[in-house]
């Protein structure tokens, strides 16, 4: 099976998309054409894909990518079996061209939610805006193939769809949480807590407890983060490819999930409270409902309040001076991640359901 897979907003080394899906579509013996948007983030494609280059669409700056990628898509759509879509800007891709192979929508977000997020959308636009994603969710719905990445998601639509969850790779064994770093692995913006995480290192410095932020930062972020580095307050590694940013994780105090009470993350699993248990670190997370689910089911981590660094840093200290519980925290997530959240447990059924659709025999 050939499967041509585009995105236009993600990171080329997106986890999900390359670390997951299409690694697993490789290792059973798949082919891949990848179009992405190399140049724009400064990637190289794998040497186990076929990588094409597209325009990034970012801020209101979107329509040329996606022209960019229909014409990538008409090129090859007597070439490919299945292409796969992770953007709702690409279902204008798709959409129209004759003779298309089958087409599969993976849907990560909660995309009308999303639209209280984006700065250079102006207020009184995001009504009509919302209106018209729950309207293109519809259209895709009747008109293509869906796959969720979160059973939250169903309730948005009119039929069932496979469910292929955000969980993430867990090593065969791991090191024991340590005692004077804690790390924050994700996008960096606002509303996923990147204030509180530089006012929690503020805090951490009297007590020699480092913070170390791993991760891609919106342009608003950005100042704020390279002044705290620049005082010296905290390590920043802006974004890493996902199978190097793990190793990262290794052997931290906790991790950090700080997100805002925000729509768009209410029905979400914060991937990264998953990878924090996967690699044997304490969680402190803020009270969005699936976090707390997760971490009090797991008893694998620290609830906090919304937007108190102040009770982050606490939490942090507490952990740094029991290390028997920082310890035994750890343990109970890691084992909860591999028996429940290790990918290859997902990856047969996603690549499965990938061969179902287009038609080809395994």
Known sequence: M?????????????????????????DAGHEVTYAAPFTAFGVVPRSWVTGVDLPRAAQRKRMSAVWAARRVFKRMR??????????????????????????????????????????????????PVRFLARVLEGTAERHMNLMLAETAYAGRFKHAHPIVPNETWVPDDVTPPGDDRVVYLGWLSRARGVTEAVEVARLLQPYRV???????????????????????????????????????????????????????????????IVEYMAHGIPVITTPSPRAVELVERYDSGVVVPWEDPKAVAQAVLT????????RAQGARGYAAARANHHWPNSAKRFVAQLESWAGVKP
């Open 210 to 272: 480092a913070v170390e932020l791993i991760g891609y930062a919106d342009p608003q972020s950005r100042p704020m983060l390279n002044q705290a580095v620049t005082e010296g307050v905290l390590e920043w590694r802006d974004f890493m490819p996902n199978d190097e940013a793990l190793k990262r994780l290794d052997g931290a105090l906790a991790g950090l999930s700080l997100l805002h009470d925000e729509p768009n993350y209410r029905h979400s699993m914060p991937t990264k």
């Open 319 to 326: 952990l740094r001076d029991d290390v028997r519980e920082r």
């Open 78 to 127: 007597d070439k490919v079996d299945l292409a796969l879509v992770h953007d709702p800007e690409l279902l204008f891709a798709v959409w129209g061209v004759r003779h298309r192979p089958p087409v599969v929508w993976d849907v990560h977000e909660d995309t009308p939610a999303t639209l209280s997020l984006k700065p250079w959308l102006p207020s009184p636009l995001r009504p």
């Open 2 to 26: 050939h499967v041509l897979v585009m995105t236009v907003v993600h990171n080329p080394e997106d986890a999900r998309i390359l670390h997951r899906q299409i690694r697993a579509l490789v």
